[in-house]
């Protein structure tokens, strides 16, 4: 066996190792939790169990190739192999030839989900086509020399679990390879993809595996570690031709950067990243690839009109007034993350810029934006005076301020400029699309028809105006609901689940848990346990009957092949379950000051945490065993201050780190300090 060539070993090396020097964060608690996370154990992976073989030729010893622990021969037509590497993995194959012939050849399939393994074809990145068979095969041509063979860099494959290794022969002619091995291209800057600086546990009590919360948590941060990648493995546009794919194209101003999907788009879409970042946040506070994302899209701004771009490079789309939109809220949430005034104030021209583009399309008479880039996240009817893209407007205006507000003078009056914006806004957009009638908000100013995203945003946004008009929203939400998840009807027999992380959070904000729960465990149930789906990662979307072609007659020409199942917009779960179920939220950046309102939802215990600058933000609850009583630990750093919201149904005495506090009421709120506190309520 011939060792690797050192311009080979060179070349998996440069694939994994960035320049860029990354702070060492620290690690969240081990536990029982860390037996849930899904995130390999070495950047180097085997195969974890033999899928199947071919009826025809002989394969033999392919048990083999589990874990590396032998050669295994594939001899005669038709033979091959389809190894499973039981998560959702991405990089680069490697292999060693042991024995072979001179005419002998090898064709390798790749595909995320088990419908689509088989030796003619891999599933589709390329492009989407009615065939399922666009990316065809990556050939390792005869003849084939004994030694040492990797996958050229240009064809890395993003995202799969499942390979079929295939011989191309026509007649005797075999092959024995051994170490079949994937070199993980994601995460480039990081070694151990399991150092998580956050977690979380509970158990469900309702789901059919009690696990389930907190499985769907660590698919959420897995499947956002798979679109963390280094900066040359963009998709190439123009795409390649039929029967290839290529991952070599330049993805923004540096890397490495958050994308869409591990194996496809792979180009930086800032609507996405409204789901995604915040569960990157949660889970390993790796905020370096939100930073060049944002700075990808501010660096491509319009000099003159200030237009920020749909998605980043290869790709460059314009013309998506919403995804524009969602660069500056992406802006606000890095900044509330990281505490990097720095970089804000390093893109706040462009910024501002920003804004005003947005500011030059409201009808001064209405008070409406008129949406006219009608680019979007895939919905149907977004243009005009639209409900979903007045919804985010009102995001921006209202995180413009606060951003304004936190670099201080001489940006004050800017933050009194948008703030009264966003007043106005909210009157206007409850005047022209609220129907008393739905109890929704319709799309836009001609229809009778309530979409899920803007009523989603309209509740999260605090665009309603009382707490009766929130619940009825949150209501006809649910009437929504299909088996597998809310169907979107600006999205017709189609579930989504990026605005369904959305509108999870929504019902959470109402305290509406039992519903939010029921709607995560249809949801997010269903992609992480079918048989379709990688279960690991999260599906980027399916139709209302399960199967996976989304988006089949919007934009994906019938190929179900074509759906990405590693995208980091159906991560909501992750977050929210931090951010509700644990109750524990930052409300000023870096955590300086923090909020505590722990969901109950009908569990008995939930505990996790996350790290930011500052240091370690943890919570531990649990509730009494008939006693009626909830103890809740939190610790958090020193130097920052809290607030601790009685949760609903828990009127009764109150103690705070051993100082009484009396009666207190459901809803009522109590200064925490900083530190490890213990909390203690006891039901009247």
Known sequence: MKETPSSERQTMLSFRILTLAVPALALAPAGPWDSFNFAPTSKTVSPAAIHSISSQGMVTNTQLLVNNSGSATLSGKGAWVALDYGVEVGGLISFNILNTSH?????????????????????DSSFPDASTTYDGVLRVPAPLAPGFWIQPVSALRGGFRFLTIV???????????????????????????????GYFYATDPVFSDPSFLTKVWYAGAYTVQTNTVALNTGREVPFAPRGSWANNATLGIAGPIIVDGAKRDRAVWPGDMGIAVPTQFVSTND?????????????????IT??????GPPLNQMGSDTYHMWTLIGTYNYFLFSGDTPWLESVWANYTKAVTFLENKVNITTGLIDITGLRDWARLGGGGYNAEGNAIYYKVLTTATSLATSLSHPNLSLATHWSTAAQTLKTAFNAEFYLPSRGMYRDNTSTTLCPQDANSFAVLFNLTTSEDMAGRVSEGLEANWGEVGPVAPELPGTVSPFISGFELQAHFELGNDARALELLRRTWGYMLYTNLSVQSTLLEGYTANGSLSYRSTDGYNHDPAYTSHSHGWSSGPT??????????????????????????????????GFETGLGWFGVKWSVGDGTGSLEVQVTTPEKTSGVFKIPSGFDGSLEVGGVDFGDVESGQEVDVPGGSVVIVLRSS
């Open 287 to 303: 905020l370096l690839p939100t930073r060049n994302a944002l700075s990808t899209m501010f660096a491509a701004i319009n000099p």
């Open 575 to 608: 977050s929210a379950l931090t951010f509700y179920i644990l109750g524990l939220q930052i409300t000023a950046p870096q955590g300086t000051t923090w909020a505590l309102a722990p969901h109950l939802s009908g569990l008995e215990r939930a505990e996790g």
């Open 103 to 123: 005419s002998t050849s090898l064709s390798l399939s790749f595909t995320e989900s088990p419908s689509f393994i088989r030796p003619t074809a891999s599933d």
């Open 167 to 197: 011989l191309n022969a026509d007649g005797d002619e075999e092959v024995t390879i051994a170490n079949v091995s994937c070199a993980i291209s994601f995460m480039p800057h990081v070694d151990d993809l399991r150092a998580y600086s």
């Open 306 to 311: 200030g237009a920020l771009p749909e998605s």
